[in-house]
Every structure is written in C-alpha cells, then in structure tokens.
C-alpha cells in the first residue's frame, strides 16, 4: 500500500517538473515566434530591414545600443512617406547578406551595385555614390594609384563590394579580410599590413573617432559605386515602395536634409572645394581691384549714355511693367477658373480616395499569394470529388476567372491613384518656384536615375549623349526634372516591344542661346491630326493603357513658366522626338 502511494506521490512529482519544463521552453520561444511582428498593427506587415552594425556614418548601433546613421534615419523617412512599417536587424554584413537570401530579412538598406550582385538581388535606384579610398600610414611612401600597391598587404571589408572587385580583377596582393571597415585600419594603425582600402566617408569619420592620427587618404578614388537598397529577386512590389520613397524624400527636400546631416561634413568634395576657395581668393581678390578701377573709369562714360537713354529706359520699364501686370491677371484668371473646377474635387477628395486605394492596392497581393495557396487545396479537392460550387459559380469557372478579377481590380486601382495624382499635379499652381542656376545635364541625369528601372524594362538599346560645355540655365529643377520624367517616361509607354529604342540627348544652341534637350523613340508614333492636341488638359491617345491626359499639360505649363518651348515632332509608325528648349539668361 505504502508503494503504492510513493509510486502516486512520484509520478505527480514527473508530471509537475515536466509541465515547468515545457511552460518554461514555451515562454522562451515565443519572443522568438512574435519578433518578425512586433510593431505591427491591425496585422500590417513589418518589413525587416538589414544592415551592417558597423559601418557608420552610413548605418552602426549607437552607444545605447539602438540602429543609427544616414541609412537608418533615410529609411523612416521612407517608411514615414509610404505608410510602412520597418524593423531594423543590424549585424555582420556577410550574415545580413545570408539573411536576406534566406528571407529572414525583406530588404537590405544599404549596398553597392555590381552586376555579379545583380543576379542575386534586385537593386533600386542609388541613394548615394560612394567612393573608395587607399589608406596609408603617415610615414609609408606615397602611391598615386591602386596599381602602385600591387604585392602590398591589404586589409580589406570581408564580402564588401571593394573585396569582391579585388578578387574579381585577382589584384596581386596578400588581402587580409576583416569583419568590418573599423578592423581594416585598427589593422593599418598597428603597422600589420601596408594599406587599407576603405569607403573615403567611413574612413574618414573612423579615424576621427577612433582618434588614428597616424593614418591618412594616399589615393582618394579608386573605385566609384552606387549604393542602394535591395531585395530578394522577383519582389519587384517593396521594390517599387522603396524607390516611390525616395522620389517623394527628393522632391521635398527631405533627401538633402538627411544627407547634410549625416555626409555633408565629411563629403570629399566639400573638403575639396574648401581648398581651392582659398587658393582662388589669391587670384580673385586682385582682379576684383582691377575691376573696380576700370569701372570708376568707365562710370564717367556710361553717365553720358545713360542720360541719353533715359527717356527710352522709362517707357521701356513703364511697358515692361504693363505687361507683366497684364500677364499676371490672365494667370490669376486662369489659375481661378481651374480651382474653380478641380480645385474643391482634389483638395475634398484625393485624401479619401488615396486611402482606400491605397488598401486595396496592399491587400491584393496577398489576396493573390493566398489564392495561389488555396488552388492546391481547391485543386486536390475537385480530383476526388468533382466540380463544385464557388462564390455560386462552378469551380472549373472560378478558377480561371478569380486570378484575372484579382488582376483587373490591382489594376484599376493602380489607375485610380494616377489619376488623382495627375489631378492633383494639374491643379498645382504652374509657377517656377524658386529661380535658381541649373544644370540640365545633371538634372537629366538625376531623372534617369529615377526612371532607370522603367527604361530598362521597356528597351534594351537606351542611349544617353549629354553635350560638353552646357551653361547653366534659371530656373526651379525639381519642376524641370518633373518634365524629364514624364517625357521619358512616355517615351517607354510609346515602344511596342524591348528591341525598339530610345535616345536622350542635350546640346547648347548657340545662335538660340539656350540649351536644348530631345527624347526620341522608335515607338508607334502619333497621328498629325493629334500632334496639336498634345498638351491639352485631359486628351491622350492611351485612355485604354491608364493615360489620364494630364501629363504633358502640366510639363507644358512648367516650360512655358520658364520661358521654354515643348515641341513635338512624329513620324506614324517610326517614333516621336519631343524637343525641349529652355533659354539661356543673364
């Protein structure tokens, strides 16, 4: 009896210890099971963003151990404008990249493009260029170039872009690898290997704070890459976020805020500019001297001419000023009659319509992930019992219908949310905005760089010739790069397929004096009869693709606000050239 209630009394003894034994496992793991959804709310996604814990002033954990730097800061920005939410997961970079591959991270914030990296990740447009610099001790010889360290020891960043260049050109040299950028010059400080080769900006601002006195730039550029961020191929939708993101953080200006903050004292260039300011003030300063005496001279003679002149000065600003009156009333006229039409429709109803949109547009794809999930269920279920019923349509039906419905309802939606941003866009009061010197040829640049995946998708013969000696131009050039967009942009829409190409180029007309920018493309071309309609509000000959005929009317309106001219030249069935002339003043 007695062995039997010791047997009772041990087994209740097993149960108790086990049941604390699971519970305790249960209560470790599920932090682990929860963490991909902690910040999540109403069962949004978070979006898990990768980077490496030691690479500042780009992206590195602080002091009280939170993620921190330019990508960081950059990337809530993003997340703040397109109504994500991230979580950031900062570790080694050859982990992060495992990560990423492995889909424990969505996106990776910040990494240099190479085309051996492009078969494995996708890329979005560059958020930055970074250039990589030789670094040396204070007392080593001087080099002038990558090739005079050839034989040398290098400490390079394990798996960064600078050592996949070097294995890729197999550099005769003994490379030691380091887990991060900070190791390679604590390496080159100690005196264990000849040079370090490193990004300028972290290398720069290591040294600073790592307070490595003995080292220093040898060769400021060796290598130019693009830094971007990445996802796994194919996700081709956080992709496209990603880059809307950093378009809207450009437009406003909240790019160059971050940038200042976090690179523009440590830039190379600003270094750069700082040292030849002094130097040109050696030159500047006497010239200015003789300047002022030669106008002193001069003034005496130009007083004898303004007097004769002045009666015709007055009536000519007298007129001037007449017609600037008059141009500004038409424009207010004309501004009130479009804000009497759109201006109460867009201000009352964009909001409410972009929201709801904007469900829609982050539901369907998982409604579609979740449909290609069931087909195998539904599929399995119709073999062993054969057709049935579906939303009360036969399943044989509804399985070919239900991918198409999901398709055409992303579709419409994606077409709703242009149409209320071009509305927008074209009740937008079309002024210059700020006046200011700008380079066509670096803002054409910058449009491309925007587009650059849509240009690549629709052709695979692109070709860009930017003219040499360009003189700058007034103007505001987020408005001018808005033009470029949309040109290029309807240049992609107007190829039937990827063998037809288009051309971008700019040149400076001397006779005109004004600079000239022309996009050509070998697409359908456009009727004659539709050429002068072109920049009308609302007309477009692609109403069936998702044209809302708003586009060029803007980028009409912004030319004519600088005193340019939109010009349109077509040829049916052989392409479009549309030429853009902005005038040179001052």
Not at 120 to 134: G, Q
Not at 479 to 508: D, F, K, M
């Amino acid at each position: 009896m007695r062995s039997g209630v010791t047997c009772k009394l041990f087994l209740v003894l097993f149960l108790t210890v086990s049941l604390a034994v699971i519970s305790s496992t249960l209560i470790l793991l599920i932090p682990c099971v929860a963490a991909p959804f902690q910040g999540a709310e109403k069962g949004e996604k978070v979006i898990i963003v990768g980077g490496d814990r030691d690479y500042p002033p780009y992206e590195f954990m602080d002091s009280e151990g939170r993620p921190s730097g330019y990508n960081v800061e950059l990337t809530r920005a993003i997340a703040d404008v397109m109504g994500m939410k991230v979580e950031f997961r900062l570790g080694g970079w050859s982990e992060v990249r495992t990560a990423l591959r492995s889909g424990r991270v969505d996106v990776l914030q910040g990494i240099s493009w190479s085309e051996e990296r492009g078969r494995e990740v996708d890329f979005s447009a560059p958020h930055t260029i970074i250039n990589h610099a030789v670094f040396s001790r204070k007392d080593s010889p001087l080099v002038n170039s990558l090739d005079e360290i050839k034989g040398k020891v290098i400490a390079v960043h394990r798996g960064g872009i600078m050592h996949d260049f070097l294995v890729r050109r197999k550099f005769p040299s003994e490379l030691v690898l380091t887990d991060t950028p900070a190791d390679a010059l604590r390496l080159l400080a100690a005196g264990k290997t000849d040079y370090a080769i490193v990004a300028i900006v972290p290398g720069i601002y290591l040294i600073r704070e790592l307070k490595l006195t003995n080292l220093i730039p040898a060769v400021r550029n060796v290598a130019t890459h693009r830094y971007c961020y990445a996802v796994d191929k194919g996700n081709a939708e956080l992709l496209s976020r990603f880059n809307e993101g950093l378009a809207i953080l450009r437009k406003t200006g909240q790019y160059e805020t971050i940038y200042g903050k976090w690179l523009g004292a440590l830039d190379p260039d600003s270094l750069q500019w700082k040292t030849v300011a002094k130097q040109a003030a050696v030159v500047v300063v006497p010239l200015l001297l003789l300047l002022g005496g030669f106008a002193l001279w001069s003034r005496t003679l130009h007083r004898q001419v303004a007097l004769r002149t002045a009666d015709l000065t007055r009536e000519i600003a007298e007129r001037k000023c007449a017609e600037e009156e008059l141009r500004l009333n038409q424009h207010s006229l004309l501004q009130a009659d479009k804000m009497a039409a759109l201006g109460v429709l867009v201000s009352g109803v964009a909001h409410e319509i972009n929201n709801p949109t904007g469900l829609i547009l982050l539901d369907i794809p998982i409604l579609k992930r979740a449909q290609g999930d069931t087909a195998v269920i539904l599929e399995e279920y119709y073999d062993e019992n054969g057709d049935f019923t579906l939303g009360g349509i036969p399943y044989t039906e509804m399985r070919k219908e239900l991918p198409r419905i999901l398709e055409e309802m992303q579709e419409g939606a994606k077409r709703i949310k242009r149409i209320v941003n071009d509305l927008k866009d074209f009740a937008r009061r079309d002024d210059a905005g700020e006046q200011e010197p700008v380079d066509l040829n670096g803002v054409a640049r910058m449009a491309l760089r925007l587009v650059e995946p849509t240009v690549r998708r629709a052709t695979h013969r692109f070709l860009a010739d930017f003219g040499e000696g360009m003189p700058l131009v007034r103007g505001n050039a987020q408005r001018i790069e808005q033009v470029i967009v949309n040109l290029l942009l309807n240049a992609c829409q107007a190829l039937p397929e990827p063998e037809r190409g288009i051309t971008l180029s700019t040149h400076y007309n001397g006779a005109l004096r004004a600079v000239v920018l022309r996009v050509s493309d070998e697409g359908m071309g456009i009727a004659p009869e539709h050429l002068s309609r072109l920049t009308d509000p609302f007309f477009t000959t692609k109403r069936t693709s998702g044209g809302t005929g708003l586009g060029l009317s803007v980028s009409a309106g912004i030319v004519k606000e600088h005193g340019g001219v939109l010009s349109f030249d077509s040829l049916p069935g052989a392409g479009t050239t549309v030429t853009l002339t902005l005038p040179v003043r001052g």
